[in-house]
């Protein structure tokens, strides 16, 4: 089984955000960036344990610049047998989705699986994408995965219950919590991570449609009012006149 995962570095969780020219752009400035977790601890991790059970190889790819090895490296000490980094500012979903489409366009891979959406855009765009310029099935928010030869069978969470859906490969899925459990590097692997292949691609032709406006920061918190939860009448009278919620 030959399996593709992408791999997108995020901020750490504890980052303080701000912003630089005119609050266009992320000010990366002492910021501890991190595997983007549903990349790392589902798509990743499910995709070795699929390695494992049937055989393979699992490759990471990520499109960015030299400072995104270091993640890179972390997935390959994780497990990941080889890397590719399409060497390249990704500057939005379609972006990101048609550089990798374009290098495994021919390279016939199994399966294709990247995390949910990244912690620090939310978008959830680019596994569609990817599956549509490959012309693949696309299952997203998967939960769970097994593949029984050429077929696949998934379950994702559903209102009031679970979806069960069976499809046959090569397939795009984005992975959701459930998928995988996280694994934790250990010394071996992070010392054969050091020569594990990390190759270098130049990025194909593409436009980009995204433009960035403007980031802000949300609103501060207000002061919080204690009610007595014997005072229900001044509980309503708050949400109604000033909440505006009732």
């Not at 489409?101 to 959406?117: N, R």
């Not at 130049?202 to 005072?231: A, C, H, M, R």
Request: contains cysteine; hydrophobic residues 40%.
């Amino acid at each position: 089984m030959k399996i593709l995962v992408g791999i997108s570095k995020a901020p750490d969780t504890t980052t303080k955000i701000s912003f630089t020219d005119n609050n266009t752009k992320f000010n990366e400035d002492k910021v501890q960036f991190i595997v983007n977790p549903y990349d790392e601890w589902y798509a990743l991790v499910r995709g070795l344990e699929l390695k494992e059970k049937n055989g393979g190889t699992v490759t990471t790819i990520t499109v960015g610049g030299a400072d995104h090895d270091p993640i890179i490296r972390k997935a390959l000490a994780i497990g990941a047998d080889d890397a590719v980094r399409i060497n390249a500012e990704a500057t939005d979903g379609y972006y990101v989705a048609k550089q990798i489409a374009d290098y495994a366009k021919d390279k016939s891979y199994d399966l294709i699986l990247l995390g949910k959406e990244t912690i620090n855009y939310n978008g959830s765009q680019v596994g569609g994408m990817l599956a549509e310029m490959l012309d693949m099935p696309f299952v997203s928010i998967a939960s769970k995965l097994e593949v029984e030869g050429t077929k696949a069978t998934l379950e994702r969470d559903a209102q009031g219950g679970i979806e069960v859906l069976e499809g046959e490969l090569p397939m795009v899925i984005s992975c959701a919590k459930g998928m995988a459990e996280q694994r934790i590097p250990n010394m071996r692997g992070i010392m054969a991570a050091r020569t594990k292949p990390l190759n270098v691609v130049e990025p194909s032709e593409s436009p980009v449609l995204t433009e960035v406006i403007e980031f802000s920061l949300p609103s501060e918190k207000g002061d919080v009012k204690l009610i007595d939860p014997e005072n229900m009448d001044e509980l309503v009278r708050l949400l109604h006149n000033e909440a505006k919620v009732i």
